[in-house]
């Protein structure tokens, strides 16, 4: 499934609230500047909150940051072996956990 969204998720099997989801972050990534309140109350229509909607443009907010600064510095990405290991204990533990 991630592959076909990846590839195209209007014509994904994801829900048409999460297309709607989807084609609001593509327009923060894509036209930030153009959104208007018409983008707001598609998705809002669809379902989502407008504490949804703001947490999805904080989280690309800092996702393209965090790229343009990983960039810039000539940080490296982790090898895949690193990513499989936090998902997994991500699926074990959560987001956090104690220490």
Request: contains cysteine; aromatic residues 10%; proline residues 3%.
């Amino acid at each position: 499934m991630v592959d076909q969204v990846l590839a195209d998720y209007h014509r994904s099997p994801i829900t048409d609230k999460e297309k709607a989801l989807l084609a609001f972050v593509d327009r923060v990534n894509s036209a930030a500047a153009d959104i208007r309140r018409e983008h707001v109350d598609s998705a809002k229509k669809a379902g989502w909150t407008e504490e949804a909607l703001y947490d999805a443009i904080t989280v690309c907010g800092l996702f393209n940051f965090y790229n343009r600064w990983c960039d810039a510095a000539g940080v490296h990405p982790l090898p895949d072996e690193a990513y499989k290991a936090g998902a997994k204990q991500m699926a074990a533990r959560g987001y956090t956990h104690e220490l």
